[in-house]
Every structure is written in C-alpha cells, then in structure tokens.
C-alpha cells in the first residue's frame, strides 16, 4: 500500500526547490528514521513475486526523465531497464564514494537524509529483482558508521543495504572500480565491455547509481513523475546537489533547479568572495569557464555541452582574480596524475608528462616549444587509457591553456605568476559543518 504524504515544500523563489534536504531544512538536524517516516512513511513497494521486477517503476522513472547525478548524466529508466532484463539475479550498488575532492554532496546528502537513500536503494531493488543491495563509500569515512547505524534503526525489510568500504582513491568511485573491488578485490576502473548493468558482481547484472539519483527515484515513487517535472528544464527535469566552494562567501551544498544559470548557486553561497576569474565545473576532471561570461550558462548537460564542457559532477570552484590558474591546473595535474590506477601507459607516463608541462608552464621555465609539446600530448593521451581517468585529466589542461591565456603567454614572455599563486581546489574532508552551510 502506498502511503500518502505531502509533497516537500518549496523553498521562496530566490533559493529554489527543496526537495531532497526538505528534512533538514525544517529542523536543520540530520533526519532519523522516527522524522523519516512521520515525513514519508514506508518506501510504496506493492507486494510482487520475489525477484519478479517491477515495470510500474521504471515506467514512472522514465517519465520522469531521471538522469543519473554522478557526473555521466545516464538516463536511470535505460539503465534499470537493462538490469532487470540481464541474465541472473541482480545487485544493486548504491554509490557513495565521493572521490572528487571538490565535491562534499553525496557526503552531505548521507549525513543529512540517510533514510531516502535506502529508500531509493529498496525500490531500485524491487524495481530490477535484485537479490542484494550494498551501499559503498570510503574507507575511513564517518559515514561508515553513521550509515550503519541509519540501517540499524529501520524494521527487519528484506534487502536493506549493506555497508562496504572501498579503497579511498580518486579512481575507487568509478562504477567499475566498485564492480572490480567487489568482485575481485581490487578498485581498478575500466571502459571495456561488457558494461556492469550487462555483467557485473560476480558475473550478475548490477545496477550502480549514485545515491542522489537513487533519493530522487524514492521520491518519484511517492510523488509521481509530474510533480518531479514541476522544476527542472524538459531535458534535464529536477533539482541536484551541487557544491560551491573557492572563492565565495558561504562554501557549502545547495540543492537547485537544473537549468539555472551558474550564477545562482554562486549567489546561494553568498556571492564572490573577491572578484571572479573563473570557475572550475565538474571536479578535479572539469572544465574551466572563464567570468563573467560563463555566469548566465544554463546548469544543463546540454547547455555546458554547447559551451564546451559539461557539467560532470555537480561542482563549482570559484577562482578569484590574482589567482594563477596555471600553477592552480599544474596542483590539480599533478594530484590526477598519483591517483590514477596504473594500469595504462596513458596514466603511467602520459599524466606525469602533463603535469610536468603544465608546472614548466607556471613557474616560468617552459619557452614555446614545451608548450608545443603538451598540445601534442594532449591531442594523443584522448581514447587511449584504460578508463577515462586520463581523458578528464586532459580536458582540464586543454581548457586551462585557453581559459588563462594571457597568463599563459606573460609566463612564457619570462613574467610568471609568483609560486604561493595557486588557489587550493580540494574542500575540507568529512567535516560536519561543510556539508550545508
């Protein structure tokens, strides 16, 4: 039976929705499950046959349009679709692991809303016939605990989710690298076939889904896909997480309405701190966006497609004016280049060499034909990598060269940015008070 509730409320007009942290903004305390349920109520699974599937809830899923918020943008109905039609019985893989270290929303999105994760965790479950559900994050992480203890205070349901903790690497969040860890012990990504929704866990289809995208099908599930549509664009329909750090004045994770444009969650988080340079969308394996002109960009895969990028994982970086943006790239290379697997020549030799370059570049000892030399090695490394680890490493570079090119050109004209120029790009770790300002 399902149960009826209210739909979150909204936030006013100059914040946006609120759906996803709908809890915590009315009490500002992480919600337990005695708030969850007063609030929701049971996940509305109808009884089916055990590993049967439900089509009702793809079904409700696509119309709602939901895309997956891990940073590829997939759409979540195709993938649940092709999880449950595999052969063999499904995993469901609810992935935590916030690798990126200027992203702190799955972080604070577990903290805070626990409880509509496993409810998201529960229905994909039902929905594909899944026979077992684990929530991965990072070693080391608080979260491991505080999770574990979420999961404790629920009813004996079948199929809640057991905690596991992967390697704390950049690379440990691919939805491979899981796959791998789980199966084989070692969190190493890859981009052959066939693709984990196909063969995963142990050879079994596995459905692997961020846990954001994971809370909004749990609401899709109470709310219907209309009511999700009610924000959003007709393409990128919704709200996400976003996390807004640098140079602002409140750094912190805000939920928005896709196809906002990028100014708003900089005015959510206060406004710049000092007058704006750039902005660093996506991560550590972004793209850089020159200000003010990146400011009225639609926050939409494909409106930051369109200018040259994409919006990856919903991150923000502000850099401000007086900021080196090439000793702030070399930092980011360098830190890509010791995360990396090692399991290719790409990462092995063609990230290290990238990073060298670009730290030429910076400190002033590069002349033109180092530059050169990197635009050739940017133009091979593409396509090549075990993964796509080395293709957003790449991307970074390329659009730094772009993006500062006056300072690229003062550098190599023998006046180079003094060394403490670099801006830091990674947030404070699992610190309570950085998950929402």
């Known amino acids: 039976m399902t149960h009826t509730v209210a739909p979150p409320p909204e936030h006013p007009a100059s914040a946006g929705p609120v759906r996803l942290l709908s809890g915590w903004a009315r009490t500002h305390q992480p919600t337990d499950w005695a708030a969850h349920s007063a609030t929701y109520g049971p996940p509305p699974i109808p009884r089916r046959t055990r590993g049967q599937g439900d089509e009702r809830l793809i079904g409700l899923v696509d119309q709602a ?36 270290p200027g992203s702190n929303k799955d972080h604070a999105l577990l903290t805070l809303a626990p409880h509509l994760v496993i409810d998201g965790i529960l229905l994909a479950a039902h929905a594909v016939g899944a026979g077992e559900t684990m929530l991965c994050v990072h070693r080391g992480d608080p979260l491991v605990h505080s999770l574990r203890a979420a999961i404790a205070q629920r009813p004996n349901e079948p199929l809640l989710p057991t905690v596991v903790e992967v390697p704390a690497r950049y690379v440990s969040s691919a939805d491979t690298a899981l796959v791998n860890f789980l199966t084989n012990g070692t969190a190493k990504p890859t981009q052959k076939s066939p693709r984990p929704s196909q063969r995963g866990v142990r050879g079994r289809p596995t ?44 750094p912190g994770v805000y939920e928005i309405e896709l196809g ?62 007086g900021a080196c943006g090439l000793h702030t790239t070399a930092r980011a290379l360098r830190y890509l280049a010791e995360e990396s697997a090692g399991q290719c020549g790409p990462c092995m030799f063609g990230l290290p060499a990238i990073a060298d370059d670009m730290t030429d570049l910076a400190t002033g000892d590069a002349a033109p034909e180092d530059l050169a030399r990197l635009r050739r090695r940017l133009g091979v490394i593409p396509g090549r990598g075990a993964c796509a680890h ?35 790009l990674a947030l404070p770790r699992h610190r309570p008070d950085a998950s929402h300002p």
Request: charged residues 15%; aromatic residues 4%.
């Open 260 to 321: 906002v444009p990028l100014g708003h969650p900089l005015r959510l988080a206060g406004g710049p701190a000092r007058p704006l340079q750039a902005v660093l969308i996506g991560g550590m394996g972004g793209r850089w966006l020159p200000m003010p002109a990146a400011h009225e960009l639609p926050l939409t895969e494909e409106d930051c497609r369109a200018a040259g990028g994409r919006m990856g994982i919903a991150a923000i970086t502000a850099l401000p004016a």
């Open 390 to 424: 080395p293709d957003a490493a790449v991307s970074l570079a390329a659009t730094a060269l772009d993006v500062f090119a006056d300072d690229l050109h003062a550098h190599l004209s023998g006046d180079p940015c003094p060394p403490g120029s670099a801006f830091p």
């Open 65 to 100: 349009g939901l895309r997956g918020r891990g940073g590829a943008a997939f759409p979540t109905a195709r993938k649940l679709a092709e999880v449950r039609s595999g052969r063999g019985r499904a995993v469901v893989l609810a992935n935590g692991c916030e690798g990126d």
């Open 207 to 250: 459905l692997v889904d961020n846990v954001e995208t994971l809370a909004h099908i749990a609401l899709i599930a109470r709310y219907g896909p209309e009511w999700f549509r009610t924000c959003g664009t007709a393409t990128s329909p919704g709200s996400t997480l976003i996390t807004v750090g640098g140079a602002v004045r409140l």
